[in-house]
Structure formats: structure tokens, C-alpha cells
């Protein structure tokens, strides 16, 4: 499975194939910044893990929320066609 994060700098996606792949590739673009900006800083893999998991955390909430609105927003379908649905055999004659 393919992981990845944003580059807070300049919102770029960084990918790896696994966490390993990952915080090297990371490394290497911060290490780029570095050289254009003239600041070394090399994240430890700590750091660049925990990132990760913020941000797979913050994407299941999300995730949850769109679910959350989906069923809100089919169940007030359903309510409202069950309402439309009493309104009508309420008007029907009966047999």
C-alpha cells in the first residue's frame, strides 16, 4: 500500500511503498529544501511517522463525517418519501 504526506513547504505529495521507502524519500525532500534555502534540517523518522499517523487519523475522521452526511441525507430521503407516502394513502378513498 502506497503511503504518503504533504510537504508543509510547498504542498507537494511524497509517496512510498511503506513507511521505510517513505521516511527516506521524505528525508530527501526536506534535505532539498535545505540545500535551496541554505537551512539543514533532517526530520528523525519519529517525527515523520507520527506525521502520518495524524494525518491517516484526520482522513478516517473525515471519512467518517462524508459517511455520516451520506446516511443523514439518505435517511431524510427516506423519511420524507415515507411522510409523502401516508399524505397519499391518508388522501386515498378507502375500499
Known amino acids: 500500500m502506497t503511503l ?3 510537504c508543509n513547504r510547498c504542498h507537494q505529495a ?6 521505510d521507502e517513505l ?16 537551512m539543514a534540517h ?3 523518522r519519529a517525527h515523520i511517522l507520527r506525521r502520518l499517523r495524524k494525518q491517516q487519523a484526520e482522513a478516517a475522521e473525515a471519512a467518517v ?3 455520516e452526511a451520506a446516511e443523514a441525507a439518505a435517511g431524510g430521503a427516506g423519511e ?6 401516508r399524505a397519499e394513502e391518508a388522501g386515498s378513498p378507502k375500499d
Do not use: M
Request: net charge negative; hydrophobic share 35%; no cysteine.
Open 4 to 6: 504518503g504526506l504533504t
Open 65 to 67: 463525517g462524508r459517511v
Open 80 to 85: 420524507a418519501k415515507a411522510t409523502a407516502d
Open 42 to 44: 533532517k526530520p528523525s
Open 14 to 19: 511524497i509517496t512510498g511503498e511503506d513507511e
Open 23 to 38: 521516511v527516506v524519500n521524505v528525508q530527501e525532500h526536506v534535505a532539498a529544501h535545505g540545500r535551496v534555502h541554505g
